[in-house]
Nanobody
Framework: QVQLVESGGGLVQPGGSLRLSCAASGRIFSINAMGWYRQGPGKQRELVALITNAGSTNYAASVKGRFTISRDNAKKTVSLQMNTLKPEDTAVYYC???????????????WGQGTQVTVSS
């Protein structure tokens, strides 16, 4: 069993900041890429930011320069620092991770339950 549990969502005014965190637990041998996706009202789920186990990052154009993704491999956590938030950032944010549960097994994609971020005055 593998679980990804997010925390840190909430309501914030435009221009404000929030920090999302996600912790992976359970039977985990290795974690490859970790990332954050979001799904706004009436929209498809989209990639926000991705980070490899070596620390390489990739961001959606809409958040580049405002959001920062980081991870702690020892603690099996990934975080998303979101600054200068805009109303269009309103969405449910999902943590994701590619996880192998044993040596020799491939990586499967796991998702968290999602956390709501609302940017509104």
């Amino acid at each position: 069993q593998v679980q990804l549990v997010e925390s840190g969502g909430g309501l914030v005014q435009p221009g404000g900041s929030l920090r999302l965190s996600c912790a992976a637990s359970g039977r985990i041998f290795s974690i490859n890429a970790m990332g954050w996706y979001r799904q706004g009202p009436g929209k498809q789920r989209e990639l926000v930011a991705l980070i490899t186990n070596a620390g390489s990052t990739n961001y959606a154009a809409s958040v580049k320069g405002r959001f920062t993704i980081s991870r702690d491999n020892a603690k099996k956590t990934v975080s998303l620092q979101m600054n200068t938030l805009k109303p269009e950032d309103t969405a449910v944010y999902y943590c994701s991770a590619a996880i192998s549960q044993a040596d020799g097994l491939g990586y499967l994609h796991y998702w968290g339950q999602g956390t709501q971020v609302t940017v509104s005055s």
